[in-house]
């Protein structure tokens, strides 16, 4: 078995000099972890701003041809602290390098580098040149070796690229997260969190034992610490439930960061870089059956039902690719779409709308002639899920039961074709109640919890 760790620390894990010497720390105490992803430097307080928000404000404000030196001057300073404070050499070419780019940018010169992309990668790429030097390590290019191919999807070519450039087992490699090249040689960034997915890809390239990716909480929670408090982390959770648990909302890590890992069947640990003792969340191809069914419950607000009514729908052959084709004709992907035998509802993001609701109902009407359309906005989804819920009994039951107590009217329920999850519509207005009542139901073990 392989041997090798990857370890990616984000943002916050890297904010300022003293969390870098943490990861120093984490990194030293273990000589397998020998390949380092690093993000660019996140908040050091709730007052802070990151670094990848100050580069994209530079771009906006360069664009607009507005003044950007204040941005760029706080990036600056905020490497030149953290160099100074670990006792390496400043990054000044390549932070000058910027400021050109920029200037070309405010000029309209065609010949700049600075696309949006290339602008955001400079804080993984600064930062990973300041890591490298204090860990004395090898650093890797990450726009040599991340490849995309033309539809912006990561080439597995990546794979074989990364692998040359690490192959000297005496050495250690810090690669800069978030970035690599598009087939015109553009730099071209994941989207937000995407160090994440450079981690799994390293792994994957390496042939890892494990990817760790650490982080500034102590592992996927089974809840949101925001509307229940004080859940328990997930000791561990398979990569399906992470799926589906990270499409409902859980964001310890980027929804893409499973399938470079997946198939290699790599397992990914969830670390807490302030507390690196603790035993953190192990995310696993598969595990032991458990005495409780739901290991997650993670739910969005931001949704609306466009119910469809038409009688004998059923027998009309091509209905509902006929209502599918409207979302397509907008450019509108849909959540889901549970149905009836006279009705279909298409559960769409507002996000994926954007104020174009009445729009899209008209072509409905024009296109499918229905009995009746009916519009229900404000809609929350929410996700219990759990390997387990397939094989026993009465989960359905406990999950109605607590929400009937908790006095949730259920607008929508629908379980997945692989029955890990079972999937509720409640109104936005009832969803943190709604969340409360469920995990006080299926936690394993809680304190008391009060709907306040």
Same mark, same amino acid.
């Given at each position: 078995m392989s041997e090798k760790i990857v370890a990616k620390f984000g943002g916050t894990s890297l904010a300022d000099a003293g969390q870098v010497r943490k990861?120093?720390?984490? /990194?030293?105490?273990d000589a397998r972890r020998r390949f380092? /992803? @690093?993000?660019?430097p996140g908040k050091r307080d709730k007052d802070d701003q990151k670094v990848t928000d100050l580069l994209l404000t530079c771009w906006h404000l360069a664009q607009q041809k507005l003044h950007y030196r204040e941005p760029l001057g706080l990036i *600056?300073?905020?490497?030149h602290e953290i160099a100074r404070d670990l006792g390496v050499a400043f990054i000044a070419e390549p932070v000058a390098e910027l400021a050109r780019e920029l200037e070309k940018l405010a000029a309209d010169?065609?010949?700049?580098l600075a696309t949006r992309d290339w602008v955001a990668a400079r804080g993984e790429y600064f930062h990973a040149c300041i890591v490298a030097e204090f860990l004395e390590a090898v650093f890797v290019p990450a726009g040599e070796c991340i490849r995309f191919n033309a539809e912006g999807r990561l080439d597995p070519v990546s794979y074989d690229l990364l692998a040359g450039r690490m192959a000297d087992e005496n050495q250690r490699y810090v690669i800069p997260g978030f970035y690599g090249r598009d087939i015109e040689g553009r730099i071209k960034t994941f989207s937000r969190g995407g160090s994440d997915v450079t981690g799994a890809v390293a792994a994957r390239a390496v042939g890892a034992a494990v990817y760790e990716n650490w982080t500034d909480v =102590?592992?996927? &929670?089974?809840?949101? =610490? +925001?509307v229940v408090e004080n859940p328990p982390p997930i000791a561990e959770v398979t990569y399906r439930e992470l799926r589906e648990l990270a499409y409902m909302g859980a964001t310890v890590l980027h929804e893409e960061v499973i399938f470079p890992v997946w198939e290699a069947d790599i397992p990914i640990h969830v670390k807490n870089t302030n507390a690196p003792q603790a035993p953190g969340t192990l995310i696993v191809r598969g595990r032991a059956e458990s005495p409780h069914p739901v290991v997650g419950i993670a739910g969005r607000t931001g949704f609306t039902a466009i119910t469809i009514e038409?009688? +004998?729908?059923? $027998? *009309? @052959? #091509?209905? #509902?690719?006929k209502a599918l084709g409207v979302l397509l004709a907008h450019n509108i992907s849909f959540e889901h779409v549970p149905s009836a035998i006279d009705a279909l509802s298409l559960i769409i993001s507002d996000e994926q709308l954007e104020g174009r609701l009445d729009t899209v109902v008209g072509e409905l009407e024009? @296109? &499918?002639e229905p009995g009746k359309i009916e519009t229900y906005p404000g809609l929350a989804l929410i996700a219990t899920v759990g390997e387990g819920m397939a094989q026993r009994v009465g989960v359905s039951g406990t999950v109605f039961s607590a929400l009937r107590e908790a006095n949730v009217n @259920? +607008?929508?329920?629908? $379980? #997945?074709?692989s029955e890990i999850s079972i999937l509720i519509g409640v109104a936005a207005s009832d969803y943190e109640r709604a969340v409360r009542a469920l995990y006080r139901a299926l936690a394993p073990s809680r304190e008391p919890e009060t709907d306040e």
């Open positions: 990861v120093a720390a984490i /990194v030293n105490s380092i /992803v @690093v993000s660019a *600056e300073s905020r490497y010169d065609a010949s700049t =102590p592992g996927m &929670l089974m809840a949101d =610490p +925001r038409k009688w +004998r729908m059923n $027998q *009309e @052959v #091509g209905f #509902g690719h024009r @296109v &499918l @259920v +607008r929508m329920i629908s $379980q #997945g074709a």
